[in-house]
């Protein structure tokens, strides 16, 4: 299966997926899952809750956002 369209909160839940979202200036990094995403961001494009991040460590904007797939069990 192929990960490379989700592009919104909506597509993480159909997919299972989590978000990994790691600041490029200082290294931190946390996970959301979609539940959260939808909270801050509603359904909108990803690309668009990227901009809007803010590192609680160093207080940058500079988020990357990463998909991570999801891990079924055995």
């Known amino acids: ?39 801050i961001n509603g359904n909108r494009q990803l690309a668009q809750l990227e901009k809007r991040l803010k590192c609680r460590r160093c207080g940058k904007k500079s988020a990357r956002l990463v998909v991570l797939t999801p891990v079924w069990p055995d």
């Open 1 to 39: 299966m192929s990960y490379k369209h989700v592009g919104t909160a909506g597509d993480l839940v159909r997919f299972g997926c989590s978000l990994k979202v790691e600041c490029t200036k200082c290294g931190a990094a946390r996970t959301m899952n979609p539940i959260d995403v939808y909270q």
